[in-house]
């Protein structure tokens, strides 16, 4: 009796714990190294990169990744770079989710997608990796795809064959021109996603 009693506290602290936690993690996936710094497959690090930038925070290096703490509105964004490169992006996910106890709906991750349109957003509760690697391990590691990703498009315009110079390749000048714009949503759209919630966030930004 006193087990079962056990058992439905803790099941309602897990369940509190995700109601009310005002700690979310934001984790931009890519590769380190100068030479992936402004590559497509980069943009998970350079959205964070440039809302760290704006609000004046900085990085530190710490285990598996740099990490900066942006405070906004009550709420506390742990923005996180991996530095496992991308096949082992899920290592760095679930230590810093442990270490900070973060409730999976607190998490997002942003990533390249081949299947959108340069610079088109999709917000997703859950769903399949879609052949991303970064994904793949995360979903490995945290043994679920019940997580929440924030899809940014950056259009599949190579040619047969071609697709990991594509991906690992630089934008091209009309993309460099559009990055911003694109940059500065991509910041509100972090900052509703823990202010006005995840359903509000997908009504209010995807397909922009």
């Known amino acids: 009796m006193i087990d079962s009693i056990k ?10 714990l995700k109601t009310v936690s005002n700690k979310f993690l934001i984790v931009g996936l890519g ?6 710094v402004n590559t497509r497959h980069n ?11 704006k609000e004046g925070i900085n990085f530190e290096t710490v285990k598996l990744g740099a990490l900066a703490e942006y405070k906004f509105k009550g709420r506390t964004f742990l923005l996180l770079k991996p530095n496992t ?6 290592k ?15 998490i997002m991750v942003i990533t390249d997608d081949l299947n959108l349109s340069f610079g088109t957003i999709r917000i997703r509760k859950k769903g399949s990796d879609g052949g991303h690697n970064g994904l793949k391990s995360i979903h490995a590691i945290l043994n679920t ?4 990703r924030f899809r940014f498009g950056i259009s599949d315009e190579f040619k047969k064959g071609k697709q990991v110079d594509y991906v690992l390749g630089e934008w091209d000048e009309t993309e460099k021109t559009a990055l911003p714009e694109r940059l500065e949503l991509a910041s509100e ?3 509703s996603f823990g202010t006005a919630g995840i359903e ?6 995807n397909g922009k």
């Open 145 to 148: 795809t019940d997580y929440i």
């Open 31 to 36: 590769n380190i190294g100068a030479e992936y």
């Open 43 to 53: 943009i998970g690090f350079k959205i964070i990169d440039f809302l760290a930038r």
């Open 92 to 106: 760095a996910v679930q230590y810093w989710m442990e270490k900070e106890k973060i409730p999976l709906d607190n």
């Open 85 to 90: 490169y991308m096949n082992l992006s899920g």
């Open 189 to 191: 759209i972090i900052k």
């Open 7 to 16: 058992s439905v506290v803790h099941e309602h602290q897990k369940n509190n």
């Open 200 to 205: 509000n966030t997908m009504s209010a930004f």
